[in-house]
């Protein structure tokens, strides 16, 4: 089983659409978890760290399910700014394992 | 000064090549890391540097040699290599290794192509 595991996608939804990816990490002492994203031929950035309890930003929100060992990545109201590659990122022990990554395009 | 610059941000060389791709990071970071990205793969982290200390090197083949003379500067030597060596060479700094924060900061790439 991979460390970090994604759909790769690619997801091709409308704007205005709410998408949700997940992630599933095989390490349940895994410490904490992030999402990026990278634009088409541009370098990884943070999009938002996950916490237990949740995090939402805006029209991003990022879920954490210990029991179950994964997380989730929701985005409302889609733009077509958000058309990227969301990369699932696990820390443990100060090393970041990224997942493959899950493409999405959004769409007039 | 953007955050982490690297150069060259393309590169084609033979197999019988030697060549460099510099890092710099204007961040005041120090822990700088070497990762590579192949087309549908997981970034692969290479090399790991902490306070100009290597600290990690995952089974990386020693045709890939790392270099970091000070906490803003790293290097990736090249020689010989495969063309299954061609790949994006992303280079990232943090604030410190161990730390609860995730926050990468990327270089945007070289590129790399092997003939």
């Known amino acids: 089983r991979k460390e970090v595991e994604q759909d790769p996608g690619p997801f091709n939804v409308p704007e205005g659409a709410t998408v949700a990816f997940n992630c599933t990490y095989s390490?349940?002492?895994?410490?904490?978890f992030f999402w990026y994203r990278q634009d088409c031929r541009k370098e990884p950035k943070l999009l938002m760290s996950?916490?237990?309890s949740g995090n939402e930003d805006g029209r991003f929100t990022a879920q954490l399910h210990r029991a179950s060992q994964y997380s989730s990545l929701l985005i409302r109201d889609s733009k077509l700014s958000d058309s990227a590659t969301y990369l699932c990122?696990?820390?443990?022990?100060?090393?970041?394992?990224f997942g493959q990554g899950t493409i999405l395009t959004v769409h007039p | 000064e953007t955050g982490v610059t690297q150069t060259p941000r393309h590169l084609v060389m033979g197999m019988t090549n030697k060549k460099s791709l510099k890092c710099e990071q204007h961040?005041?970071?120090?822990?700088m890391y070497w990762y590579k990205q192949s087309a549908k793969k997981p970034l692969e982290l290479m090399f790991v540097?902490?306070?100009?200390?290597?600290?990690e090197n995952n089974s990386v083949p020693s045709r890939f040699s790392p270099e970091c003379p000070n906490s803003s500067h790293l290097f990736l030597h090249l020689h010989t290599l495969q063309p299954e060596d061609s790949a994006l060479y992303l280079c990232?700094?943090?604030?410190?290794?161990?730390?609860?924060?995730?926050?990468?900061?990327f270089g945007e790439g070289s590129r790399l192509t092997v003939l």
């Open positions: 990232a700094s943090s604030q410190a290794q161990g730390t609860n924060t995730g926050e990468l900061f």
């Open positions: 390490n349940s002492a895994s410490q904490s």
């Open positions: 996950v916490y237990s």
């Open positions: 990122v696990v820390k443990d022990y100060g090393k970041l394992t």
């Open positions: 961040l005041g970071h120090n822990a």
């Open positions: 540097y902490s306070l100009e200390e290597r600290v």
